[in-house]
């Protein structure tokens, strides 16, 4: 690191080291034990909160913010922070697929997949991450198409964002079970997506009912009932088992050194129930044999019903 770097980042690091000291009631930091991960080290992952809102080529999190984001978690830890900004929801899934994260920081999709994966290598909900909104997941065509009913969307050129996401993936998927597909594309925001359709590149493609209006154009032919959750906070089970409570008091505590963006909610444990539901969405989806980028995909495999009474309006 450069002397103009340490420079820059001593001050947080000293006020971040005295809140560590001053934690408990005359708690030694030198009792204190490091969460580190199985390789010895921390490694966190960060997907941003807004999925699909962003662009090609946009960054994750300004550096400013990724040097602030790991020397909070490195004082929190006491353990060397390896932190990845993904722009990608796939990346993430692969990532947590193969545990390859010991604390993430995931929109509402991912933190349900996390939920999915097994006992052993699965994780748990610390903090909820994002804004309340009225995000749901729908599916849009041109105002001049002759598609009036999923049913209708057999054949169709379908645009997705990247496996993980619950608006732009999991849940569109799940409402178009039983149909083939001519193929399915991909991108990285809905705004990618909105202008592939307009371009006639695309037939039908996935939408978030949070976003702005998306003008005249456009048509709403699938709007999915369930309200979507805010993201969250996981740990992985390993270091759930370990003594991870002054770690999470310390992230806690220096809630307003975090990036704004996340949305991190200090001492309040997210809403499992609603993630637990849409999980259902993901379980089944993953289940499938999911479409390849451009190939034609038919739209099949075991579909569990969501119970009416479950569904959030």
């Given at each position: 690191?450069s002397?103009?770097?340490?420079s820059?980042r001593?001050p947080?690091l000293?006020?971040l080291?005295?809140?560590?000291?001053l934690?408990?009631?005359g708690?030694?930091?030198?009792?204190?034990?490091s969460l580190?991960?199985p390789?010895g080290?921390?490694?966190v992952?960060?997907?941003?909160?807004?999925?699909g809102?962003?662009s090609t080529?946009?960054v994750?999190l300004?550096?400013?913010?990724i040097?602030?984001?790991?020397?909070l978690?490195?004082?929190a830890s006491?353990?060397?922070?390896?932190?990845?900004?993904?722009?990608?929801p796939?990346?993430a899934?692969?990532?947590?697929g193969a545990?390859?994260?010991?604390?993430?920081?995931l929109?509402p999709?991912?933190a349900?997949?996390?939920l999915?994966?097994?006992?052993n290598?699965?994780?748990?909900l610390?903090?909820?991450l994002?804004?309340?909104?009225?995000?749901r997941?729908?599916l849009l065509?041109?105002?001049?198409?002759?598609?009036r009913?999923v049913?209708?969307?057999k054949?169709a050129?379908l645009?997705l964002?990247?496996?993980g996401?619950?608006t732009?993936?999991y849940?569109?998927?799940?409402?178009?079970?039983g149909?083939s597909?001519?193929s399915v594309h991909?991108?990285?925001?809905?705004?990618?997506l909105?202008?592939q359709?307009?371009?006639?590149q695309?037939d039908?493609?996935?939408w978030d009912?949070?976003?702005?209006d998306?003008g005249g154009?456009?048509r709403?032919?699938?709007?999915?009932?369930?309200l979507i959750?805010v993201?969250?906070?996981v740990?992985?089970?390993?270091?759930?088992?370990?003594?991870?409570?002054?770690?999470?008091?310390?992230l806690?505590?220096s809630?307003?050194q975090?990036?704004?963006?996340?949305?991190y909610?200090a001492g309040v444990l997210p809403?499992a129930?609603p993630?637990q539901r849409?999980?259902?969405?993901?379980t089944?989806?993953e289940?499938?044999?999911?479409?390849?980028?451009?190939?034609p995909y038919?739209?099949?495999?075991?579909?569990?019903?969501?119970?009416?009474?479950?569904?959030?309006?």
């Open positions: 690191m002397a103009a770097g340490f820059a001593g947080l000293a006020a080291a005295m809140a560590l000291g934690m408990g009631c708690q030694q930091p030198s009792a204190r034990v580190c991960g390789a080290q921390l490694r992952g960060f997907v941003g909160a807004e999925e809102r962003g080529g946009a994750v300004p550096d400013q913010d040097s602030r984001l790991r020397d978690l490195t004082v006491q353990c060397e922070v390896m932190l990845e900004p993904v722009a990608s796939e990346q899934h692969q990532r947590l545990s390859e994260w010991d604390v993430a920081f929109p999709g991912l349900a997949l996390a999915e994966s097994s006992a290598r699965g994780y748990s610390l903090r909820p994002g804004q309340r909104s009225q995000s997941s729908q065509v041109r105002a001049g198409s002759d598609r009913a049913a209708d969307l054949g050129r645009g964002l990247p496996r996401s619950l732009g993936f849940l569109p998927l799940y409402n178009l079970h149909l597909l001519q991909y991108a990285l925001s809905y705004q990618e909105l202008d359709l307009r371009k006639g695309l039908v493609i996935a009912a949070a976003l702005p998306p154009d456009v709403v032919i699938v709007n999915d009932p369930n959750p993201g969250a906070l740990l992985s089970q390993p270091l759930v088992a370990a003594d991870h409570q002054p770690f999470l008091k310390l806690d505590e809630a307003a975090l990036p704004p963006s996340l949305g909610v809403e129930q993630l849409l999980r259902t969405v993901v089944n989806v289940s499938w044999t999911l479409p390849l980028e451009g190939r038919a739209v099949y495999g075991r579909k569990q019903q969501l119970k009416d009474e479950g569904v959030m309006r």
